[in-house]
């Protein structure tokens, strides 16, 4: 039998033999060194609020080590060992012998729960406190079964030891309050603890070390809990601050960042950010790190002072910083939100990871299910949330539960997922009973199995009644689910028409799934005809949105997107490499293909790669880097340069070189300079900002002042008198009123001008090349649906033009559209529209000449290639919009509403 067990046993005979009656005289019978035994565990082990205790109480925290060294408890223990065999029925010995052991810990003290209980039992603050101790310690471990100690014995214990006014629970009951996690967080429950404390009587004895520092913490503990929080009456939060006002150079952490929150927030006196962020930097630059977190939070926003978003980052990545727990939340948010550098989800992830603050690892769900981090422990987060789950923390469970339904393993458990959202389904939860629904049928997002429904949850009537309910009250997740099902052939019958209007009207009201969704629908043609743009819509107003399955979908759109022309450089090319870089694919694998390698395969190949050219490309793949900067780390970025084209490797560095960047001559070998050379220049551009939406920026997408009514009458009008035609005159009357339409924008009447231009005089007559040429342009850049055979009607009137010794006015016109035209100005867009302008004769020569008359620098040989198209957007970002657009439109306005006016 164990040693530590035997003496379980022992102890175990001691309490329950009877006390012997005369105590007095026996001890007077004890040898010297039994009574110098007892006396030493009196005096080393006192048992706090013990009404029988010898001496002064000595608590936990004071038995503790402070270098956790328990080798220096040894004589302790065997003195109380030994004063216990002195005297066996001593009910105080026997108490202190047990919190020595405890203290001391080990596998064995799960052992002394049964000797605890009869001490708690008999009303001993101490023996419940140091249940709920045990139940700590062991809660979740491997060996919490051993303890026979429930959670509801261990919690009733702290609190009933806690109004017996025993400090350490005291303490622990105020700690509990504020961080969790075995109770849900609450300010004011804290705040009442801390004036317990405040309260308490002084006791027998003197106090000592620990008391008088408990005593003295808890009323500027009090003060700060008023100042750090909001929801507290501004005559307490007044009160708070004239108390810790005058100790803020103590130094003490606590009071100063309870103090500058008050001066930052105006919480019981006047808002003064600019003192807030001083004394928080006085602080910091003595050394006081826990003032880190919010000081870079005030940095970061500018407040009290100028912004400093990559001062904030590197002060909370210090040494010691960086295992503040306030700091990781702080940091997580700037490394995501892509102000002051690149978003980088794997660090952000880790950090929240580390930081152990229960709001952090809610957070962390999102990062864990969209960007896969690797984490050191990944049990931990499940352990964290479990307990905040436990106590009802706002938010944890549904976290959990999302988690186990749609996180990667090792956290994937659906059935327990399930098991988290039917409590709070029942308690009216809509997104966890929605949530419980959408999983009632596995393979529901599945294009490859049957749905099988799973057990428990909500039967099929009332999966029906759920779906009736929520699409009455416009919820997005009734209609998305509805469409699921549709599509599925599950509770409704097969209907991919009725599924994909589902899905629309799940993501009008905001539903970033349904636009995911909607896009392959659109894509593949379910329930509605194929639509490249719409598809593309859907998926980008998803990914503008969050959604890394969109930006994924569009990238991975940009290699087959040579006819349609909608996905842009940065959404095909810059994208699909931060979201590899992002996602920790690329690093070299030592044998066979890269990680790289594959993630880019037919990336720089395709046609709509050749659209950009050479410069374009490269400029995509640095601004990769600003998107994604972990990809400058030495382990992905080799791996990823080699994997690009020579071509683009050796612009890469032309580029560096030109902006003063990199001294070497260009080569493409990105040896160890190029690569300092790149981080450099990342950290000099700073992140790239967000892409504004390619149709937006069309002037003539732009309503502009008509109302719409209007427009479409006067067109219809129009379109009814060239079917009754009957003269010369007649014709021209329509062929103006299609032009004043054209004019401002009506993309109907550009079309029927740009396709009749080549093949008949009359509308030749009346429109004149520079018109014609603005609304091809348009026409092209914007692709609207219903157009066929664009490219070919615009090489025809170009080429008519050239004809008519008229090539000179395109050229012209083809520059100031440009200006006008921010679309125009993506390499991409420019150089896919220029590759059909070389079967034109004489369009590539015009538009060189006007450009040169224009004052572009730099240009090419033939106006159309690489080094043209490079000078043209210069330019045009230089000179800024001509105008011209603009005037057609408005005087495209008044004609229209005096057409309208003339009916």
């Known amino acids: 039998m164990p040693h530590h067990l035997c003496r379980v046993l022992a102890m175990a005979a001691w309490l329950a033999a009877p006390v012997p009656l005369a105590r007095a005289a026996a001890d007077q019978l004890l040898p010297e060194a039994a009574l110098a035994a007892i006396k030493a565990c009196d005096a080393g082990a006192a048992v706090p609020l013990d009404s029988g205790a010898k001496a002064p109480p000595v608590w936990d925290a004071e038995l503790m080590p402070a270098d956790f060294d328990f080798t220096k408890l040894k004589p302790l223990a065997l003195a109380c060992a030994e004063a216990e065999r002195a005297a066996p029925g001593d009910k105080r010995l026997q108490l202190q012998m047990l919190r020595i052991q405890i203290v001391i810990g080990g596998q064995e003290t799960a052992a002394f729960v049964p000797l605890l209980r009869p001490f708690a039992e008999g009303g001993s603050a101490e023996a419940k406190y140091l ?32 109004s017996a006014g025993h400090l350490e629970a005291l303490a622990t009951l105020f700690s509990q309050y504020r961080h969790g996690p ?194 050191d422990y990944p049990a931990g987060l499940v352990d964290r949330l479990t307990a905040a789950a436990t106590v009802d923390e706002p938010g944890a469970a549904l976290a959990l539960a999302r988690l186990k339904i749609f996180g990667p393993a090792p956290f994937t458990d659906v059935d327990g997922g399930r098991r988290l959202l039917q409590p709070l389904a029942d308690k009216g939860d809509r997104a966890a009973l929605y949530l419980l629904a959408g999983t009632q049928y596995a393979g529901l997002d599945s294009n490859t199995e049957r749905p099988s429904r799973r057990d428990g949850g909500l039967d099929d009537p009332a999966l029906k009644a759920l779906i009736a309910d929520g699409i009455a009250r416009k919820e997005a997740p009734a ?54 743009r719409e598809r593309v819509h859907a998926w980008r107003e998803a990914a503008r949105r969050g959604s890394l399955d969109a930006r994924e979908r569009l990238a991975g759109a940009f290699t ?70 972990v990809g400058l780390d030495e382990a992905v970025l080799v791996p990823t340069l080699k994997a690009l084209p020579d071509e683009i490797r050796v612009e890469m560095e032309r580029i560096l070189h030109q902006e003063g960047f990199y001294a070497c001559e260009p080569q493409g070998f990105w040896g160890p300079d190029a690569r300092k050379a790149l981080a450099a220049w990342v950290d000099a551009k700073g992140p790239l900002p967000d892409e504004a939406d390619p149709q937006a920026a ?137 590759q059909q302008l070389v079967l034109a004769p004489g369009a590539c020569d015009a538009v060189r000449e006007a450009a040169q008359h224009a004052g572009a620098k730099k240009l090419g040989e033939d106006g159309c290639d690489e080094t043209s198209r490079t000078a043209l957007i210069a330019l045009a970002k230089a000179r800024g919009p001509a105008g011209v657009e603009e005037a057609a439109r408005r005087k495209g306005a008044a004609e229209v509403a005096a057409l309208d006016k003339g009916k």
């Not at 002042?705 to 009814?720: E, H, K, M």
């Open 131 to 162: 249940l709920f101790r045990l139940f700590e310690r062991f809660d979740g471990g491997p060996d919490a079964d051993r303890l026979g100690l429930s959670r509801a014995e261990a919690l009733v214990g702290l609190e009933q030891a806690a």
């Open 182 to 375: 075995l109770y849900r967080r609450d300010a004011a429950k804290a705040l009442a603890v801390a004036r317990q404390v405040a309260a308490l009587p002084p006791g027998p004895w003197p106090p000592g070390r620990y008391e008088s520092a408990i005593r003295a913490f808890m009323p500027r503990a009090a003060s700060e809990l008023v100042l750090l929080g909001d929801g507290f009456p501004a005559a307490e939060q007044a009160a708070a601050f004239t108390a810790l006002e005058g100790v803020v150079a103590s130094g003490d952490s606590g009071v100063a960042l309870a103090v500058a929150a008050a001066l930052r927030h105006g919480r019981g006196t006047a808002k003064d950010p600019v003192k807030a962020r001083a004394l928080l930097q006085q602080r910091a630059d003595a050394g006081d790190a826990h003032v880190v977190p919010a000081l870079a939070a005030m940095m970061a926003e500018g407040e009290g002072g100028p912004v400093d978003g990559k001062g904030a980052i590197a002060l909370l990545r210090g040494d010691r910083e960086k295992y503040v727990a306030d700091a990781g939340p702080v940091l997580a948010g700037l490394l995501l939100d892509n102000r002051f550098v690149g978003r980088q989800p794997q660090e952000a992830a880790r950090v929240l990871f580390r930081s152990g603050d229960i709001d952090a690892a809610i957070r962390l769900v999102d990062l864990v299910i969209d960007d896969h981090p690797t984490l």
């Open 479 to 532: 209609f998305l689910l509805q469409a699921k099902l549709q599509r599925q052939g599950v509770l409704y019958p097969q209907d991919d028409q009725t599924a994909t209007a589902n899905l629309t009207s799940a993501a009008n009201l905001g539903s970033v799934e349904a636009m995911v969704l909607l896009g392959e629908a659109y894509d593949e043609g379910l329930g509605v005809a194929k639509n490249p």
């Open 560 to 629: 087959f997107d040579g006819f349609d022309k909608l996905v842009t450089l940065r959404e095909g090319v810059t994208e699909r490499i931060a979201l590899a870089v992002n996602a920790g694919t690329l690093a070299a694998r030592g044998f066979g293909p890269s990680g790289a390698e594959i993630a880019f395969a037919g990336l720089f190949s395709g046609s709509r790669a050749n659209d950009a050219g050479t410069t374009a490309l490269a400029h995509a793949v640095l601004d990769a880097f600003r998107l994604a900067p």
């Open 698 to 834: 069309t002037p003539a997408a732009l309503s502009g002042g008509l109302p719409a009514d209007i427009v479409d009458r006067v067109r219809a009008r129009t379109q009814q008198a060239a079917q009754t035609v009957r003269s010369k005159a007649e014709r021209r009357v329509v062929i103006q009123a299609l032009n004043s339409l054209a004019r401002y924008g009506d993309v109907a009447s550009r079309w029927a001008l740009v396709s009749n231009y080549h093949q008949a005089d009359f509308v030749r007559n009346v429109v004149t090349p520079e018109e014609v040429t603005r609304y091809a342009l348009d026409l092209m850049v914007r692709r609207p649906d219903g157009i066929d055979k664009l490219d070919f009607a615009v090489t025809f009137d170009v080429t008519q033009m050239m004809q008519d010794h008229k090539i000179g006015t395109f050229g012209t016109a083809f520059v100031a559209a440009l200006r006008d035209t921010p679309a125009l100005q993506d390499p991409l867009t420019l150089g896919g529209l220029m």
